[in-house]
């Protein structure tokens, strides 16, 4: 066999070697199979304590399938380890759903990257209750915003998307029928909150909402 044929195989089986890791060549990692279907990891380490038994048992709970993947942060030949290593993270757990990634677990935004990779049966069912005001009749995603009458941001958002004729909902959080509930259920802290659809929104201005809808 030529040098040059060895070579040429032992680059195949290293692309298939770290991209069935989760380690694309040149890219960045995804929980994906190997026919790159999204999948659902959880990196944990022993004294990772409630953080990851919380994340844990919120994913049996759903009967969502998932991939535990218990790290040695120190050992730099584990694929997993350098999953960990390369996303630049420093905390346990990390999740990752398909290419999306998070660290502090959060049972309201965990289900809303479940939902929008595997469909509403990732929801409990008060979830699926709330999230259904965020899509319209024919199952294109709203931009809902969640706001108080007397919240300062609120006004400068809602004014932002009326002068740029952006079509969104208003739910006043303190007004609604369920407000404890809703607040609860999608863990609503601090106004606004805003949503497309199952994605949340990080920021509180036009351009962080464009970014969830052209990432």
């Given at each position: 066999?030529?040098?040059?044929?060895?070579?040429?195989?032992?680059?195949?089986?290293?692309?298939?070697?770290?991209?069935?890791?989760?380690?694309?060549?040149?890219?960045?990692?995804?929980?994906?199979?190997?026919?790159?279907?999204?999948?659902?990891?959880?990196?944990?380490?022993?004294?990772?304590g409630d953080?990851?038994?919380?994340?844990?048992?919120?994913?049996?709970?759903?009967?969502?399938?998932?991939?535990?993947?218990?790290?040695?942060?120190?050992?730099?030949?584990?694929?997993?380890?350098?999953?960990?290593?390369?996303?630049?993270?420093?905390?346990?757990?990390?999740?990752?759903?398909?290419?999306?990634?998070?660290?502090?677990?959060?049972?309201?935004?965990?289900?809303?990257?479940?939902?929008?990779?595997?469909?509403?049966?990732?929801?409990?069912?008060?979830e699926q209750?709330?999230?259904?005001?965020?899509?319209?009749?024919?199952?294109?995603?709203?931009?809902?915003?969640?706001?108080?009458?007397?919240?300062?941001?609120?006004?400068?958002?809602?004014?932002?998307?009326?002068?740029?004729?952006?079509?969104?909902?208003?739910?006043?959080?303190?007004?609604?029928?369920?407000?404890?509930?809703?607040?609860?259920?999608?863990?609503?802290?601090?106004?606004?909150?805003?949503?497309?659809?199952?994605k949340r929104?990080?920021?509180?201005?036009?351009?962080?909402?464009?970014?969830?809808?052209?990432?």
């Amino acid at each position: 066999m030529s040098k040059w044929l060895v070579l040429a195989v032992l680059i195949a089986g290293a692309g298939w070697y770290w991209h069935t890791h989760g380690l694309p060549l040149g890219g960045t990692p995804k929980a994906v199979d190997a026919q790159g279907n999204p999948q659902v990891w959880v990196f944990t380490h022993p004294s990772c304590g409630d953080p990851c038994t919380d994340a844990l048992a919120d994913l049996r709970k759903r009967g969502q399938s998932f991939v535990e993947k218990s790290i040695d942060p120190d050992n730099r030949e584990d694929p997993d380890s350098q999953v960990w290593r390369r996303l630049g993270n420093k905390k346990f757990p990390l999740i990752m759903v398909g290419g999306e990634r998070f660290n502090e677990f959060s049972g309201p935004l965990l289900a809303g990257v479940l939902a929008d990779h595997f469909g509403a049966d990732a929801l409990h069912g008060i979830e699926q209750h709330f999230f259904k005001e965020h899509f319209n009749a024919d199952g294109s995603p709203r931009i809902v915003m969640y706001s108080t009458s007397w919240c300062g941001y609120c006004r400068r958002l809602r004014q932002e998307m009326v002068d740029n004729q952006v079509a969104f909902t208003e739910i006043d959080v303190e007004k609604h029928t369920s407000g404890p509930t809703l607040s609860r259920t999608l863990e609503i802290r601090g106004v606004p909150t805003t949503y497309v659809g199952y994605k949340r929104v990080v920021g509180h201005n036009l351009a962080a909402i464009n970014k969830v809808i052209n990432p």
